[in-house]
């Protein structure tokens, strides 16, 4: 795949950054090798970045709290609204930029060398599981702490927590389930757009784009939305846990057929179909 002439010197592709103009060929490839060298990783590595990308992740719902308590009562809910969405990317500025493991980028990302007959289904549901599980509980911890730490520091009202949560409580699971998809899907889009870009700049462009999108929508992201639906959970009577369980199941099995369908299958298709 170089364009390197073999009278000059091949200069490996960093791991970093793809070349200006990568071709969609290019990233595939590039998805590909990072998806194989992720699925071989040992299980305590994945199971610890996973519960970091947990954890860092949760920062976004906390300062979407902080907005919501400090704009109270100063904007229009369509500015407010515009706030909150551009605080929600934090947390996945924080994990994508520090390369920590994140499962909704896996239903693309690892998907691929599978299709590809390059790793088997056993390893995809062995690095699924690791990163779920660790995603899951490190996000979880951060949302127990959050609705404690943030009213005592003075920063969040508990009430914040509570008005983050309704929306994705109001849904049934028809709703949940169809908004679910759409956000497996821009994450996918994001680890597939993350993986052509050439800077870090572009980069977190990129991630703060697509996951300012997420937000904005209010669309359910089941890690995300862990940090975001267990706070409020914790924070009012009226939500029992099962809510918090019932929405993390049905968004979980969104977010994996949005990013394993309408990104996995139709970009690794169109790019060994398409002949190039």
């Known amino acids: 795949m170089s364009d ?15 070349p200006a103009g990568a071709s969609s060929t290019d990233i595939l490839a590039r998805q590909i090798r990072s998806g194989l060298n992720e699925l071989e ?9 996973g519960l970091s990308a947990g954890l860092d992740i949760g920062f976004g719902p906390l300062f979407m709290g902080v907005v919501l308590t ?7 809910h369509a500015v407010r609204t515009f706030l909150i969405a551009n605080a929600y990317a934090i947390g996945f500025v924080f994990v994508v930029l520090g390369r920590s493991e994140l499962f909704t980028e896996h ?29 899951v509980v490190g996000a979880s911890v951060f949302a127990t702490a959050m609705v404690w730490l943030a009213p005592a520091y003075g920063i969040v009202e508990r009430s914040a927590f509570v008005e983050l949560a ?24 994001l680890s597939w757009l993350v993986a052509g870009a050439d ?13 300012a999108a997420i937000g904005l929508a209010h669309l359910p992201h089941s890690i995300a939305g862990t940090a975001e639906v267990l706070g409020g959970v914790l924070v009012a009577d009226a939500y029992p846990l ?15 057929l949005g990013g394993t369908v309408f990104v996995a299958l139709l970009k690794y298709g169109h790019v060994v179909r398409g002949g190039e």
């Open 4 to 18: 390197s002439h073999d009278d000059e010197p091949e200069v490996p592709a960093s791991e970093d950054s793809a």
């Open 41 to 49: 990783r040992p299980a305590d590595g994945l199971l610890l970045s």
């Open 70 to 76: 400090l704009t109270a009562g100063l904007y229009d």
């Open 107 to 135: 239903t693309t990302l690892a998907v691929l060398p599978v299709l590809d007959r390059r790793a088997s289904l056993g390893a995809l549901a062995r690095l699924w599981g690791l990163v779920y599980a660790g995603n």
């Open 166 to 189: 309704a929306p994705l409580l109001a849904h049934g699971p028809f709703e949940v389930f169809a908004g679910a998809i759409l956000a497996g899907w821009l994450m996918g889009l």
């Open 199 to 211: 800077s870090t700049m572009a980069r977190f462009a990129v991630v703060w784009l697509v996951t």
């Open 242 to 256: 099962t809510a918090f369980a019932r929405f993390l199941v049905v968004a979980t099995a969104g977010n994996v």
